[in-house]
């Protein structure tokens, strides 16, 4: 072996550039320390193509930039789990601090049923039932469009 050459520790392949040709894989793995964690929370907060942009052309162009998502272009716009993850996040702290879902979040009954119970919990944990619904949501979506795709490739 080449004194130049590195053993890639994903594949094993002898490897003299910074990533590995054959899985690409970087060669030296990034230490996670402060900078790598600020770093990352910098990349979702990007105005160019973090979660505040992802929010601003979902409010402005909806259709047409989930379109140019799933056909083109992935790397404009948060990835959808990690945008309900982090919406979710923001609205649970907020939720808490300013008490914002007292007004239309309220539900009060005299016999505890097992309805009863599970609104208590959605009021109790408003933020994880956002990230339930967000899952069931997408499983009928994944469904759905399943559905849309085999029909409408047969015309």
Same mark, same amino acid.
């Given at each position: 072996m080449h004194p130049d050459l590195i053993s890639c520790r994903n594949c094993s392949q002898a490897v003299n550039t910074r990533f590995c040709g054959h899985c690409g894989q970087p060669v030296h793995v990034k230490r996670v320390d402060a900078h790598y964690i600020l770093h990352e929370i910098q990349h979702i907060l990007h105005f160019e193509k973090g979660i505040f942009f992802t929010v601003k052309e979902l409010l402005v162009r909806p259709g047409q930039n989930i379109?140019?998502?799933?056909?083109?272009?992935?790397?404009?716009? @948060?990835?959808?789990?990690? /945008?309900?993850?982090?919406?979710?996040?923001?609205?649970? @702290?907020?939720?808490?601090?300013?008490?914002?879902?007292?007004?239309?979040?309220?539900?009060?009954?005299?016999?505890?049923?097992?309805?009863?119970?599970? /609104?208590?919990?959605?009021?109790?944990?408003?933020?994880?039932?956002?990230?339930?619904?967000?899952?069931?949501?997408?499983?009928?979506?994944?469904? /759905?469009s399943k559905n849309t795709v085999t029909t409408s490739s047969k015309y």
């Open positions: 379109r140019l998502f799933i056909t083109e272009n992935r790397s404009r716009l @948060v990835k959808p789990i990690i /945008f309900i993850i982090v919406s979710s996040l923001i609205y649970t @702290v907020i939720s808490h601090f300013f008490h914002i879902e007292e007004g239309y979040v309220e539900f009060s009954e005299v016999k505890k049923t097992s309805i009863g119970l599970i /609104f208590d919990w959605v009021q109790g944990h408003y933020g994880y039932a956002n990230i339930l619904m967000g899952v069931c949501i997408s499983l009928w979506l994944k469904l /759905f």
